[in-house]
């Protein structure tokens, strides 16, 4: 199985993101996709089989308007929401849902598609670093929410106001962040020191295009992976352009994660008829065109990748493709929506567009989908976290916590189960 990397790759420069767990404590989730940014876990052990009412619920909670997931870290969860007030960072507690701390961190933005921010929070020691809709990079003390520093991309770097929101999600690497901010003049990649915001580096062209940073490792050595307006480029963590490859050259939206396959293949997809493109990356900044075609084409969502195979949505079906070839080995069609997954354990754990939980077998030659249940109802188009062998999940209005775990009786009535109380929630 691909594991993007987030170790140290580069002695005194690369520090993993992911905090290592003792031996009886669940992993992080530090960020968007989880601990290596391509939507894997490492948990063992979730239950095959779920009673009739679905997985057991743990909590269930009102959440303001918001796209962001669930970053988990040292026991805690963070995310965002938004009210008429403002934007803002929450801290939960996993095991109840109730607010440790709720720090505001921008005016609202606005859009006909849902308010409020797009991006998930990425959490690195005492540190929280998350980007709000209209565009602010914050700086956040991770044990209480006070504010350290902020950079605003439109005063900083003059790039316009992103339709949909600015939606990147930030990479930390040693001391640095890597941020999507989509400058001109060289300026589509920027690295900022993580303790104080200033620029360290900037490199690449091509505006932003709602997407995030990758690292991979190609001929031994890392490159920063970004999909952009421009095409697709890579970065050295010092900041040296490496290599562009244009891809649907104007079209700007792409949000969906790049996912590389060792040991230099990358998979890109996007939505609006764009569809998918293989790269092969060599040494000293070489790309090659493998194929190109329109098998795949990820809309809001990223695929995940297993055993070499990807599996994701092309708009509104799922489907296996091989990143090797582009060729479709299975499509499951109606019922789905543009939905969203991550994978733990063999299994695909999946949720619709409209809200139903599904746990699907990672077969390359067939659709086999062995559990679902409806938890969430509305606009569903928020990726799940996974933490402890809990699923956390979230709409525009709501947010719930499922042990994938338990084997005894489920239920996915609020009722059944305690439910974070709307004063702690604030």
């Not at 801290?91 to 606005?110: C, H, M, S, V, Y």
């Not at 939606?167 to 001391?175: I, N, Y």
């Not at 901010?181 to 060289?186: D, K, P």
């Not at 050295?236 to 891809?247: F, I, M």
Request: glycine share 12%; with cysteine; proline share 6%.
């Amino acid at each position: 199985m691909l594991r993007i990397l987030l170790v140290s790759i580069l002695v005194g420069l690369i520090a993993p993101v992911a905090v290592t767990a003792a031996a009886d404590e669940a992993p992080d989730w530090p960020q968007y996709r989880g601990p290596n940014r391509d939507g894997i876990s490492a948990e063992t052990g979730l239950a095959r089989t779920w009673p009739d009412a679905g997985p057991q619920e743990l909590w269930r909670r009102p959440i303001g308007p918001a796209f962001s997931s669930f970053a988990a870290v040292d026991r805690h969860l963070y995310t965002t929401e938004s009210d008429a007030e403002g934007e803002y960072v929450l801290k939960l507690d996993p095991i109840t849902g109730e607010n440790a701390w709720r720090q505001k961190i921008a005016g609202t933005f606005e859009n006909n598609f849902g308010n409020g921010p797009r991006a998930t929070p990425t959490l690195d020691g005492d540190r929280l670093f998350v980007v709000s809709g209209s565009g602010g990079l914050h700086a956040l003390r991770s044990s209480d929410g006070e504010a350290l520093w902020s950079v605003d991309f439109k005063e900083t770097f003059g790039v316009e106001q992103m339709y949909f929101g600015f939606s990147t999600s930030p990479l930390v690497l040693g001391d640095r962040l890597i941020v999507d901010v989509g400058a001109t003049e060289g300026r589509a990649m920027v690295a900022f020191d993580k303790a104080t915001g200033k620029v360290l580096w900037q490199a690449g062209e091509g505006g932003a295009a709602y997407g995030s940073p990758i690292l991979v490792e190609v001929a031994g050595e890392p490159q920063l992976v970004l999909a952009n307006r421009a095409g697709v480029l890579g970065v050295s963590p010092d900041g040296k352009a490496l290599w562009s490859h244009p891809w649907a050259e104007g079209e700007g939206v792409k949000p969906s994660m790049p996912i590389f396959v060792e040991p230099d293949r990358l998979f890109v997809s996007a939505s609006y008829d764009i569809g998918a493109l293989g790269l092969r990356l060599g040494a000293e900044g070489k790309v090659e065109k493998v194929w190109q075609n329109k098998v795949m084409r990820n809309h809001f969502n990223s695929s995940v990748q297993v055993d070499g195979m990807v599996y994701g949505f092309d708009n509104a079906t799922l489907k296996c493709v091989d990143p090797k070839t582009g060729e479709q080995t299975w499509a499951k069609r109606g019922g789905l929506g543009k939905g969203s997954l991550v994978y733990a354990d063999g299994l695909l754990v999946l949720l619709t567009e409209t809200g139903t939980l599904k746990l699907v077998e990672a077969k390359p030659d067939a659709y086999s989908e062995i559990a679902s249940a409806k938890v969430l109802s509305g606009r569903c188009w928020t990726s799940p976290t996974l933490w402890d062998g809990k699923v956390f999940l979230r709409n525009r209005e709501e947010a719930v916590a499922f042990d994938l775990k338990a084997s005894g009786p489920g239920g996915s009535d609020p009722k059944a189960a305690p439910a974070a109380s709307e004063e702690s929630r604030r």
